[in-house]
C-alpha cells in the first residue's frame, strides 16, 4: 500500500460520514426553508388550516437541526473544502439552517400576532 495513495482526498464518488452529515443537515435546512417560506406565505389555508404555527414550529426543528450537523461536520472535519471531508457542505448547511430558523422565527411571531 503505498503512502501517497493512503493521504490522497476522497474522490468524487466516495461517500464519507461527514459528506453524509453535511448533506443531511443541508436537507433539513433545505427542508426547513420552504416550509418556513410557505408558513410566512400561507399562514392560514382555504378552509381554515394553514401552516402558520405548525409549519413555523417544523422550520425552526429543521433549520436547528441543520445548523447542529452542519456545525459538527466543520467541527470534527481535519482537512479543508474539497477534500471530501464534507466541510463545503457543513458551512452550506449551516447558512441555509440558519436561513430557515430566521424564517420559522418571524412566521412563528407572526402567527402569534395573528392569533392574539
Known sequence: ????????????YTLSAGRIGASLGAVLGL?????GGLAL???SGRFGTGTGRRGAVV?????????ALGG???????????????RGGAY??????FVAVVLGGVA????????A
Open 31 to 35: 427542508v426547513g426553508l420552504v416550509v
Open 72 to 86: 459538527l461536520v466543520a467541527i470534527t472535519s481535519d482537512s479543508g473544502i474539497g477534500t471530501g471531508n464534507g
Open 59 to 67: 422550520s425552526l426543528t429543521a433549520g436547528v437541526v441543520g445548523i
Open 108 to 115: 412563528l411571531a407572526r402567527s402569534r400576532r395573528v392569533a
Open 92 to 97: 452550506v448547511a449551516l447558512v441555509v439552517g
Open 1 to 12: 500500500m503505498n503512502v501517497a495513495n493512503v493521504l490522497a482526498a476522497a474522490s468524487v
Open 41 to 43: 406565505a400561507r399562514p
